[in-house]
Structure formats: structure tokens, C-alpha cells
């Protein structure tokens, strides 16, 4: 049976007569490239949020280039820059998982993946721009990484999150099964890695590779608290924030310690300064991984709260 003539020869609206129409199966795999759409091809705001964030550094650093706000070594400082945002962006992509379940925030773990292939892209441009400063000298670059302690972990941790992200698509899912969870869990010593590379080659101001540390002390105590399935409520989140600063500021001052014998007492003081004297100068990492994790430990009592309400409406 044959179409009528006005059938065969209608167009879609907005399209010229002859033209042919995209096949179906690639417009949808376009669409599944588009960062800030979900998995249902609708506009995420939060997903345009976060690929919004992971562009930002990017821009900063091209802008400051430009401006010639880079000092009297741009291309050193481009690549610290570089490296700096990737540790940044790889502690935010770890703390996902944690809100998402302290927060009753199921929608957050859409962004996991497209921040962990930010993490994976800062990392390469971290490593291009340090190509680029040493004149691609190959024999050169290869020497330095291979004699330098921090450039040798830098680039370990650089090979695996390159694996990560190379095994982060849904059909590398369903190939490994379950050693993919395995391999992913990797996440956690490659971030260990990553940390110590920043702070070896911060060398004297260790402000923020301390920070970092201590919000992946943070992170890991999240961790924890679900794989021994303790209590999750404001008593305890509050009691980890804590830990976690008190972890921090024992990492603080062991780490000036070993590298610069400055007394380990005096840096511990330090952290005390602020109830000492009221000197909002002298917060410390520590002070910052306490605020956090008791910030999270308000979200969650505030998300808890708003939740009973409506449990109780729906069973009466």
C-alpha cells in the first residue's frame, strides 16, 4: 500500500522540501555528549552549573595570560595554576558521593562523572604546559620525571586518573562489571598521590595542599562513617568535623616538622591563636575543615528536619 501524494511529498516543518532528516541514533548520541543535559536529554540547570565551573579555570588562567598577569615566568605559573584547580576540582568530584547521601541530594551524582573528566583534563593541561616550558625536550622532560621524587608521583597520579577517565563511559561499565568499582576505588590513592605532589612542590607555603589533605581526611571519615554504618546524625557529623580538623592541624605542623624543623608545638599553637586572641588573620586550614564539616553537619540536620514532615503526611 502506497502513500498518498500529499503524504509522500510533506515536510517536516522548517526543513526544505529534498532535505533529509538526522538519523535518529546519532542525535541521540549527540545529545548524550551535552554536558548539560541528563540522561533523558532535558536542560540539567545543575548540570550547566557545574560544566559552567569546570570552564571557569580555564578561562581565568587564559585571561590572566593575556592581561600579562602571569609574572615574569608565565608558563610556570600557567602550569601551577593549572595544577592547583585539578587537585581542587578532585577533592569536589570525591565529596559527591558523601552529600549526595548527607543531603538526601540524589540529583548530584549526574555531575560526578563530567567533574572527574575535568579533573582528568586539568591534569593533561597540567602536564602540556609543562611540556610546553621545557621546549618539548622529550630526553629532558622524561629525565626530570624519572629523578625527581615529586614530578615522578605527579605523573603516577596523572596515569591513573587518565585510567579512570578512560574507564568512566557506560560501556566500559557494563565490559568490566565489577571490577570497575575496583578500579575506581583507586580514586582514593591516585587523590593520596596527587596531594603530596602538590605539597612537595609547594615547598615553603603549604596553606592549601593542607587544606586539601584535610578535606580529603574529611571525605575519607564520610566514607567511613557508611562502610561501619554508624549513625548518621548531627552529634556525629559534627564529632568527625571535628576529627578532621584536629587531623588536619597534626598534619600541618607534622609536615613543617619534617621539612622545615620548625617546632611542631608552635604550629599546633597556632591553630589555637583564633580562640586565643580573636584574630580571624590567623584561621588555619584546620579552622576551614572544621567549618566545613560542620557546615554539612547543619545541611544534613536542615534536610533531616525537612524530610519528617512529609513522611509523616504521606503515612497518615
Known amino acids: 500500500m502506497t502513500a498518498p501524494p500529499s503524504a509522500r511529498g510533506a515536510t517536516a516543518p522548517g526543513r526544505p522540501p529534498g532535505a533529509r532528516a538526522a538519523p535518529a541514533g546519532k542525535a541521540s548520541a549527540l545529545r548524550g555528549w551535552l554536558p548539560w543535559l541528563d540522561r533523558q536529554g532535558r536542560f540539567s540547570g545543575l548540570r550547566a552549573a557545574a560544566f559552567a565551573l569546570t570552564l571557569l579555570p580555564a578561562v581565568l588562567v587564559l585571561y590572566a595570560a593575556w592581561m600579562g598577569q602571569l609574572g615574569s615566568k608565565p608558563w610556570t605559573e600557567a602550569i601551577h595554576r593549572v595544577g592547583i584547580w585539578a587537585v581542587r576540582l578532585l577533592i569536589l568530584s570525591l565529596a559527591i558521593s558523601p552529600l549526595r547521601r548527607l543531603l538526601d541530594w540524589s540529583k548530584l551524582i549526574g555531575i560526578r562523572?563530567?567533574?572527574?573528566?575535568?579533573?582528568?583534563?586539568?591534569?593533561?593541561?597540567?602536564?602540556?604546559?609543562?611540556?610546553i616550558d621545557m621546549a618539548f625536550d622529550w630526553g629532558l622532560i622524561v629525565s626530570e620525571i624519572a629523578r625527581r621524587f615529586y614530578l615522578t608521583i605527579g605523573f603516577v597520579a596523572l596515569l591513573g586518573l587518565c585510567a579512570l577517565g578512560a574507564t568512566s563511559t557506560d560501556r566500559m561499565i557494563r565490559r568490566?562489571?565489577?571490577?570497575?568499582?575496583?578500579?575506581?576505588?583507586?580514586?582514593?590513592?591516585?587523590?593520596?598521590?596527587?596531594?603530596?605532589?602538590?605539597a612537595l612542590q609547594s615547598k615553603i607555603d603549604v596553606t592549601e595542599p593542607v587544606l586539601m589533605s584535610g578535606l580529603f581526611v574529611l571525605l575519607l571519615l564520610y566514607r567511613g562513617l557508611y562502610r561501619?554504618?554508624?549513625?548518621?546524625?548531627?552529634?556525629?557529623?559534627?564529632?568527625?568535623?571535628?576529627?578532621?580538623?584536629?587531623?588536619t592541624a597534626l598534619l600541618e605542623s607534622g609536615w613543617y616538622a619534617l621539612t622545615s624543623g620548625v617546632s611542631p608545638w608552635l604550629v599546633f599553637q597556632a591553630n589555637a591563636d583564633i580562640l586565643t586572641y580573636w584574630d580571624y588573620a590567623s584561621i588555619r586550614p584546620a579552622h576551614w575543615v572544621a567549618l566545613a564539616g560542620l557546615a554539612v553537619a547543619a545541611a544534613h540536620a536542615w534536610r533531616a528536619g525537612r524530610a519528617r514532615p512529609r513522611r509523616r503526611v504521606a503515612t497518615a
Request: proline letters at 5%.
Open 113 to 131: 562523572r563530567l567533574l572527574g573528566l575535568s579533573v582528568m583534563a586539568y591534569a593533561l593541561g597540567h602536564l602540556g604546559l609543562y611540556c
Open 176 to 198: 568490566l562489571g565489577k571490577n570497575w568499582q575496583r578500579l575506581h576505588n583507586l580514586v582514593y590513592p591516585i587523590t593520596a598521590l596527587a596531594l603530596l605532589h602538590f
Open 228 to 247: 561501619w554504618k554508624l549513625p548518621v546524625s548531627l552529634p556525629v557529623l559534627a564529632g568527625l568535623a571535628l576529627l578532621a580538623g584536629l587531623a
